[in-house]
Nanobody
Framework: QVQLVESGGGLVQAGGSLRLSCAAS????????MAWYRQVPGKQRELVAL???????MYADSVKGRFTISRDNAKNTVYLHMNSLKPEDTAVYLC????????????WGQGTQVTVSS
């Protein structure tokens, strides 16, 4: 059974930093597009950042220059480095793995809570 397990969330003051981790099992992250989304109750799930299997990255405008997505293929883990955090970054952050082609696959983690206090 494929698992994406997020960790690293918590409570931090505005201006602080956190590093989220997404450890994958039963899939090889290097061949997937890996992404971080965030969810606030009552709002649509938002794409925060993604990294493709070719190493291309994309960020939401709201986090550009503050967040960095990276992957460690040897550890089969994807990270989200979050700096200069703002109260509006408060959300549940979810890891996503997606693969297209003839055998598409799509997986979600259970999420980790990030709370930024002002």
């Amino acid at each position: 059974q494929v698992q994406l397990v997020e960790s690293g969330g918590g409570l931090v003051q505005a201006g602080g930093s956190l590093r989220l981790s997404c450890a994958a099992s039963k899939i090889i992250v290097s061949i997937y597009t890996m992404a971080w989304y965030r969810q606030v109750p009552g709002k649509q799930r938002e794409l925060v950042a993604l990294t493709t299997n070719l190493g291309n990255t994309m960020y939401a405008d709201s986090v550009k220059g503050r967040f960095t997505i990276s992957r460690d293929n040897a550890k089969n883990t994807v990270y989200l480095h979050m700096n200069s955090l703002k109260p509006e970054d408060t959300a549940v952050y979810l890891c996503n793995a997606e693969r297209g082609g003839t055998n598409p696959r799509h997986y979600w983690g259970q999420g980790t809570q990030v709370t930024v206090s002002s």
